[in-house]
């Protein structure tokens, strides 16, 4: 029988993720018994609102977890690796939104639309991955496709929005376009590696020797293991625009049968999380500014790709924050509860 509620600690809490992993357990009135706020020194003694209440933020550290059920984590790859361990160890299950476990073979990587079956894995480690946000948007529309007519190949580009990349660089952005406004020129560039106000940037995340970045290699692979299908090919082009909130993306794919874009289009009409919005004689498509504060993945612009014999291409937007990385941990959170803690 399922509880009335449960022990839920929020890593990062201060953090862009954090503080919507907060608003978002109250919002879908998620069972809460005790909640506990965990951030770095630097905030610690400052508060966060809980259900109208000031519930104070305290440093994290091994010893957090005593007596805690749920552990969401997002306070960046190195804190993960350093304190999930804790966590599990002490009995909470977490579901950590960093890169640092998605590709741990033992550790499930789940999308709820797409693979709610692997949160059973949760037992091997007491750890669950969020995907990458720019990954999550993207195999949301793509799996009742897949199901009908199996996905050969995805190439992708991203227009992603700066709170992916957290607060700072939201900051940064803001200022930045304050700036040169006010005639003062760009402030420095600290988060990015340049510019980020009036510009793009076809960098996230560090680069390998092969010329692809990080952010780029997590969209290939972590799709293959979401998927279950190692034999999904994907290309991906990963660029930071002076966006506030909502990725926006660009998917092409081949699939081994052919299907139309109104087959397309039926078929994510009827898939849960998923909302067409492809009239372009009226100018509907899915916007970036529309989508932000949604929980829905927003498609449209599903056309064929004639230059190859079972080609589509469609544009994909979400709001990052929300699918992207809490709602979806927090979704997951609910399947957890349901069906097995
Ligand atoms: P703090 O606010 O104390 O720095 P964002 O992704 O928006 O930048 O947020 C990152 C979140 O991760 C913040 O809540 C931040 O806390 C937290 N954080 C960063 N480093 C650590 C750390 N070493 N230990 C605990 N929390 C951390």
């Known amino acids: ?36 706020f965990l951030a770095s020194s630097r905030s610690a003694g400052t508060y966060l609102e809980w259900k109208g209440k000031d519930v104070m933020v305290e440093e994290l550290k091994k010893d957090s977890f ?9 306070a960046g790859g190195g ?10 160890e002490a009995g909470a299950v977490v ?24 949160v059973a894995l949760y037992k091997n480690r007491n750890i669950i991955a969020n995907p990458n946000c720019s990954t999550i948007q993207m195999v949301v529309p793509l799996k009742p496709i897949h199901d009908k007519a199996k996905i050969k190949r995805i190439v992708v580009a991203t227009y992603q929005a700066t709170s992916g990349a957290g607060k700072k660089a ?29 510009n793009a940037l076809p960098h996230i995340d560090v680069f390998f020797d092969d010329g692809y970045t990080k ?42 049968e052919k299907l139309t874009p109104d087959e397309v289009r039926k078929l994510l009409s009827n898939f849960p999380g998923v909302v067409v919005e492809d009239d372009p ?21 599903i056309r ?13 937007v979400a709001d990052n924050i929300r699918k992207g990385a809490a709602l979806n941990a927090i979704q997951i959170a609910e399947i957890l509860i349901e069906k097995y803690l």
């Open 1 to 36: 029988m399922k509880k009335e509620g449960y022990n839920v600690a929020v890593v990062g809490a201060t953090g862009a993720v954090g503080r919507e992993f907060i608003s978002i357990l109250q919002e879908r009135n998620f069972p809460v018994k005790n909640i506990k």
């Open 170 to 198: 939201m900051d940064e952005l803001f200022e930045q376009t304050v700036s040169i406004l006010n005639g003062k020129g760009p402030t420095e560039a600290k988060v990015f590696a340049h510019q980020i106000a009036f």
């Open 215 to 256: 952010e780029e290699w997590k969209m290939v692979n972590e799709t293959k293991k979401i998927m279950h299908d190692d034999s999904i090919q994907v290309t991906a082009t990963c660029v930071r625009v002076p966006v506030f909130y909502g990725h926006s993306e660009a998917v092409n794919i081949e699939t081994e």
């Open 79 to 88: 804190t993960s690796k350093k304190f999930a361990p804790y966590a599990a």
């Open 281 to 301: 004689k009226n100018n509907v498509y899915p916007l970036a500014i529309n989508a932000a504060g949604k929980d829905e993945v927003f498609v449209g612009r």
């Open 95 to 118: 579901i950590d939104n960093s890169s640092a476990w998605r590709m741990e073979p033992d550790i499930p990587l789940v999308v709820p639309e797409v693979n709610p079956e692997d």
């Open 304 to 316: 064929e790709d004639f230059s190859t014999p079972n080609g589509i291409n469609m544009w994909v």
């Open 66 to 74: 005593k007596d805690m059920e749920i552990a969401l984590f997002s």
